[in-house]
Structures are given as C-alpha cells and as structure tokens.
C-alpha cells in the first residue's frame, strides 16, 4: 500500500490521496484506466496486466467479444488475477482533445460509474489511478477537480453505498500533490 499523504474525511468516508503503485493496493477493487477496447498494453492497464497476470486480459477479451467496445464514461469488470484486490473495474476515460468534446462530463462519468459499480458489488473499498492524465493527455489541473467533485458527487447522492474508502494513487509526489491542491478547491479543505 502506497503512503497516504492526505485524508479527506466526507459523508462518514475516508477519500484517501496516496504516492504509491495501485497494482500494489489491497483495496477491494483497482480501477483501470483503460481503452474502450480494454487492451491493456501501456501505462496504468500495462502494469495491472504484468503485475495481476495475463489472465486480466483474457478476461477483458472476453468481456468485449461478449459486450463490444466499453464506450467512454463507461466500465467493465474482470477479476484482479495474482493483485490483491479482489476486481479491476475498468474505467474508460476521454482523450483530451481541446475541452471541447464533452471530455469534462466523460472524465465525471468514468469515475462515478467505477464508484456506483464498486458499490453494486458490495464493496467497501477502492483505489483509483489519474484517470485520462497520463497517455490520454488530459490537463492535471483540471482533471483532479473532476475526479474529486465526481466522488463527492458519487457520495452526496448514494448515502447508503458501501463504499468507505477512496483511494486515489498516484506514482509521483507530483500528481498526488496537484491532488492535494484540487482537494482544497473542491473539499475546502
């Protein structure tokens, strides 16, 4: 488990900002940050598929070969393989194209989807990657907020989830620190 550098403390949950590996996390569930295609060659989905076996691919070829393509917003589920969580849900971020593509609305939705499917599995706890912020090239400065306002949206609108704890995981001070900064703006904390 990565080191908590800052605990946000909303609606009797704990949303956790976190320098660390998410393939290392014993939460219930990681999230994937994926492509609608859930092949997952680069980045965060690279090292989930090295770190939890190949069998999270085989699982992801198959949920597409049933379901088609992910589309962006939405999520996918396979088992987590070797990680010691227990899913991946597989997020589907936008590309960053401008701002002008409904990518703000996108980046909500995948979050906030990940977070309803974490709790339609009963699960207590989860970690997230930067959605859209590394390969799909989406700004960190407004990608956080985004992240942030869609889990207090998540939590102000499901009192009753099972989810206690969010966990966003980042591997460089850098990210979790623009986490840090978003946090204040959207948790006035």
């Known amino acids: 488990m ?7 403390l909303f609606e009797n949950r704990e949303i956790e ?9 014993d ?9 609608s295609r859930l092949s997952h060659g680069g980045g965060v989905a690279g090292a989930i598929v ?8 085989r ?8 379901h088609g393509q992910v589309p962006t917003g ?9 990680l010691k969580a227990k899913y991946v849900i597989h997020a589907v971020g936008p590309i960053w194209r ?16 990940s977070l309803k499917k974490a709790s339609e599995l009963n699960l207590k706890s989860i970690s997230l ?3 859209s912020m590394g390969i799909f090239g989406y700004p960190k400065n407004l990608g956080t907020v985004t992240v942030l306002q869609a889990i207090k949206d998540f939590f102000k609108e499901n009192p009753h989830s099972t989810l206690k704890i969010v966990r966003i995981v980042n591997l460089s001070d850098e990210m979790t620190r623009e986490f840090i900064k978003a946090s204040k703006e959207v948790f006035e904390v």
């Open 74 to 82: 939405k999520v996918a589920v396979t088992g987590a393989g070797k």
């Open 50 to 57: 090295r770190a939890g076996g190949y069998e999270i691919q």
């Open 2 to 8: 990565g080191e908590v550098k800052k605990v946000i």
């Open 129 to 131: 990657p930067a959605i």
């Open 98 to 113: 401008g701002g002008k593509n409904n990518e703000e609305n996108l980046l909500r939705e995948a979050v906030y989807n």
């Open 59 to 66: 699982e992801s070829d198959e949920y597409i070969k049933k």
């Open 17 to 25: 900002l976190v320098t660390g590996d998410i393939t290392e996390e």
């Open 27 to 35: 939460t219930d569930a990681i999230v994937n940050a994926a492509n």
